[in-house]
């Protein structure tokens, strides 16, 4: 079993940044999705940003030009640069990786969450 752990997280003022990063416990292969969702109290969890076979990313139309999703493959990494921070912005900012391999088939991880608040 593979465990995501996100860090980064933080208080920050309306037009700050954060930068968001979350580390596989190991090496994971074939994957298909590394994204970062996030979920504010009282709302269903969204998409935030992804790259989907290691190549094309996709954004949410909420932080087009202010976020920007990227991965490191040799640190088993995909981080979430966050820039003109919005109150909006405000949740639970999750990582989550989706693929399958021949050997195990189907997998979806889940990291447990790292808080984002924006002041006004």
């Known amino acids: 079993q593979v465990q995501l752990v996100e860090s980064g997280g933080g208080l920050v003022q309306d037009g700050g940044s954060l930068r968001l990063s979350c580390v596989a416990s190991k090496s994971i292969f074939a994957i298909n999705l590394m994204g970062w969702y996030r979920q504010a109290p009282g709302k269903q969890r969204e998409l935030v940003a992804s790259?989907?076979?290691?190549?094309?990313?996709n954004y949410a139309d909420s932080v087009k030009g202010r976020f920007t999703i990227s991965r490191d493959n040799a640190k088993n990494m995909v981080y979430l640069q966050m820039d003109s921070l919005k109150p909006e912005d405000t949740a639970v900012y999750y990582c989550?990786?989706?693929?399958?391999?021949?050997?195990?088939?189907?997998?979806?991880?889940w990291g447990q969450g790292t808080q984002v608040t924006v002041s006004s």
């Open positions: 989550r990786v989706v693929g399958r391999t021949a050997h195990s088939g189907n997998y979806n991880y």
């Open positions: 790259i989907i076979s290691g190549r094309s990313t």
